[in-house]
């Protein structure tokens, strides 16, 4: 009886609050497949109660004034041959764009940073170190949205994701243990070659009725045999029962319809692409996709823009960063590249040039934003108008800091890392829905490193020279007029004899091969021989 | 009883020990370089030297478990090699071999198009991508393309381990495969500079490189392999390892030490050769005195001792590694492996362990802190010699022949580079018609009107070798102040460069010091005869730098190396050019170290040698006069 009453209130309460989930597998090449999972809850603000909503994301939108919130996790490499990475853009590590609603930047500054720790205890993250900087509304980064805001982004490099970050994000799911979130299998999904996840909290108003949204993504590339894989063993779990509260739950699987099989067929979405219903899947079913005759020579290249950061230069107290980018000509001309530059590397800006092999492809529009805290960063954004298939490359000459011994890492000669930088297109085609940004690799900087033994140095040095200063001083100013006495000349004449001696014996010492321990030897065995002798 | 007067604020004397050390300098000197050289016997005694470490424990060289096991690849693959026959080039094959493994794979041309130097290639190269790392960070491995069985064989063993860890998921960072082109040692040396150039996005300017496909990261080590110097007996289990680097740059001991673990772990019969020679002393036959030796020799001779020479011009810590001709194809790609595996665990860049250092066998080591008294008791004869001559000048003058010695120099270094950058290897002197002047230029390029023609390499000898500095003496009167401030100069820079030098390349600053600081001290010895400063000044001709370097080669090369040239005249030039060439094209500090204080000191201590013959002498016989009448003065006062 009281969990008809329960369902009942619930049914009741669902009814402003949404949840659906989706999966997409698709084959990226060769033993490797694609998953992406999809878990989106929305809830219309107009009471208190939050059921499949996490109250403490709320409350965490609303303490903070956010607009919009988007953290990504990521671990390992997106290759390129894999395509359109999936989106939002991610970097190595993690990163955090946050919409805030108010125009006062030094609010949004004093929010940003309660909001980062907030983070740190809602998904077990450490982003504390995140570089950080301010976006200005000029030019958008990561996605094409544009707010009149106050924005602050920040990319952490180093950080890695880990199952700790997974449960905390599970916990956050209406669906626990039923629905695709069975999938959720921490072991298989972190031993995969790619791992990505991100959270997306929207806030938006009309009048006096808001609504939010949490949007959690996890893609994931698994390494699979070449002929083929099974739904079951690829998340090493079996698909148990339906979430009851979901709106919809679709697993997607995309193939190559020509020499790929796929058991059972699902419905027919487009050519090469079944959708699955799940919440009429049967307990225990299972998917079977067999590729016996993949080739990669099949995927067809559509990423729109390949971009890579190298550093250059050898020596410690100066550098190039060269960040390249390719416009593949899927996605359009229109781009704009930004870059973070960390604190502890400095850029003139009259330095920084862009060069590009075609003549037509120009710079339309350039943003630094500059920050006037001692250790927050600078960012760079280029809006280029780029050529299909032409390349241009932003020379980004830079000096490197000598840091107070503190500001350094405890792994200071590992170097520090200067985030990779991110084309975001203004105009995408139609061949492209939604945004599209991409990261460029991040770099290592070795940074010239002070000698850490340094102090301890310092005080031998100092000690030793006054040492010997002290001395020389001390004699000079207590010298007085006395007459010459002349020592005993017997005296000396012992002496330097003795000296003689020792110096006689070492030599002969050596020469004979004998050392201390002969000696002793000797000196025992002629005693004992004196004692025998008595 | 005699009463000894002192001031009430200290002695107008310096302090008594300095006094001493003064008086007894004519002793000191043989005595000091002698006692440097009997230090030296003591520190580089392997049995005195310390025991080799691994100072970066996160290393763990030797403690995983290798698990290649695909000999078969290797074998296939080196017979594929061999079949190639021209049907198609290694650079091709190596490049098929990897794409068809789905690495992307690349092809870079490389020239230098000077008029003495032509030389192209094509480097081939691969990225393994670590897969769930941040690609922030690299290591290397390179081996050279050919067609000899040695070749072949270290090539089918980097391919098969590379095939081997594209499989593997645990790598914390990117493996960059090299494949190095060229024919000789030297051009393939050459052509890996050009990769690591390009890699740096640095230029180097005598070498054309194409840039590279693919983002590297930070390259935090790198290996060479090549075949191990075959054996007589072929189941002798011979590895060799090659360090020296141009400038006298060593790797970080600890990638050193990680091989001979990772040897001594796997393969406990195996010996480690150093510098061509057995590391073993229970198998060597040769002195132990031969290895540290050598260590030194080729630290401070051998520029191009392997492909690894030049990574210490970007930073790289790198060294050769030849693998044993008796290991199986599972043996040698395991021993790649565990390097591989060694140098993933790292966490930051190598840098505990040492840099300076000489080896006394592949477990003892000597540290600068030890062997740097060698190089600082043959400078302190030197400084004794400045300090005497500081104590007994009136005043100190600096004499024009210094700047324009040095100046001299510098010009002399920009020729000898712009005639390698514009001459080939023989130039002519030619007559313009209808003008009284004569041009130089390049023989191959001018046959008329070609007055001499003659070898570029025996002008720019023949030009360093004249001594300038008998000329300089007559620039203008020197005083005897000017004559102790120039001895004084000379001592004091030469002592200088020879403790800098020691910092950067100890086995070249020894080697000079030897023989350079009796000559020095030979030099500027005070005398007031005329036909001592003759006879002195003689010998200072043989004493001429590249005369000495000439000879110090062909006296101690063959006591190292089997079949040398004995020393003949041709010694001198071929050694002028050597080190000309291995400046321009590969960043040697070996000429510009020669031509700008080299042969500046040279000169003037031809000056100062000769300088008392030009009226001096009577100079300072006037002064002595003065002086003693002086003494007298005061000693009859004092009565």
Known sequence: MIYLLLVLTFRIASGLETYNERLDIKTLEKGRVHAKFTFLTSKDIIDNDFILFPRVLDQLVEKYNVHRFVLTMQQGRWRREWNEPPQPASPIGAQLLVYFKTKNATEAEK???????????????????????????????????????????????????????????????????????????????????????????NSSCEEIKCRRSIEFELSVVFKTPADGWLLSRLFDSQFSEKC?????????????????????????????????????????????????????????QSAGIRIWSTLGGLSQHSGELRISVKNLGKAGNNVVISQIVPYFVRVHYNSLMVKCRSASSRVREKVFKASKAPKSSLLIQYNLEIDETDTCILHIPLEKSLLRINDYTPDANHGMYIPGAIATFLQIKNDLNGGYAVHSNAVLVALPVPDFSMPFNVICFVATTLAVCFSPIHTFSTLWISPDIPKSVMVKKIYRGCLLMLLALSLYAHFNNSNLHDLRRFISAYLQKLNELK | MAIRLFLPKGTTKGPAFLDKILRLRKTLYPLLIMASLYYAKIVLSPENMELTRVSEHALMPGLVTSRFDRPGLTMQLANDLKKLNGSKTQQKFVCDFFRELGVNCHEQKWSVDLPSEKLEGRNAYAWVRAPRATGVEAMLVAVRLGSSDSRIAALSHVLSFASYANEQVYWARDIVFVFVDGASKMEAIVGFDAFLSSYHLVKNPAVAADPLHEDGGFLIAATVYEMAPKQKDAKKCVLSAKLNGINGQQPNLDLFNSAVRIMNREHHSCDMQIYGISSNRGLRESSRWLLPIRALYTQAFVSDEGLHSVMGKYGLQGLTIGLAHSFNPTQAAQFMEAMARTLNNALERLHQSYFMYILGDDSHFSSIGFYIPIIILLIVPLLIKAYYEWTEMGGFELPPHVPVAHVFGAALFLWSRWCLENFKSRAALASIPNFPYFDFVDASRRTENVIFEFDMS??????????????????????????????????????????ALSLLNFGLA??????????????????????????????????????????????????????????????????TSQMLREHVLLGSHGFALFALFAVPLSNLCFTVATINCSGLVKADRKLSEEEMESKNVVAKTTE
């Open chain 1, 111 to 201: 929010n940003f940073s309660s909001l980062v720790e907030a983070a740190n205890g809602l998904f077990c993250t450490s982003l504390s170190s995140l570089t950080v900087t301010a976006v200005s509304p000029e030019l958008p980064v990561l996605e094409k949205k544009s707010f009149e805001l106050t924005t602050r982004y920040g990319i952490v490099s180093k950080e890695t994701t880990c199952t700790e970050n997974l449960s905390q994000l599970r916990k956050l799911l209406p669906c626990k243990s039923s629905g695709l979130s069975v999938f959720l299998h921490p072991s298989k999904l972190y031993d995969s070659l790619f791992h990505s996840l991100s959270v997306s909290i």
């Open chain 1, 244 to 300: 009851s509260v979901a709106e919809s739950s679709k697993v997607t699987v995309s193939h190559d319809p020509i020499s790929d099989k796929v058991k059972p067929s699902g419905k027919e979405l487009e050519k090469g692409v079944y959708e699955y219903d799940f919440s009429v899947w049967t307990k225990g079913a299972d998917l079977e996709v067999e590729t016996p005759s993949f080739k990669n020579s099949s995927i067809v």
């Open chain 2, 458 to 499: 025996l002008v720019i000898t023949l030009v360093f070798i004249v001594p300038w500095g008998t000329f300089m003496r007559r620039m203008g009167k020197v005083s005897s102040d000017g004559a102790a401030s120039l001895r004084m100069f000379i001592v004091l820079e030469a002592a200088l460069v020879l403790g």
């Open chain 2, 510 to 575: 020894f080697s000079v010091a030897v023989l350079a600081v009796p000559t020095f001290l030979l030099a500027t010895k005070r005398s007031t005869q005329s036909s001592e400063n003759l006879v002195r000044g003689l010998p200072l001709v043989l004493c001429h730098p590249l005369f000495l370097a000439s000879v110090f080669l062909s006296v101690v090369r063959p006591l190292f190396y089997k079949n040398t040239k004995p020393f003949d005249v041709d010694t001198i030039p071929e050694l």
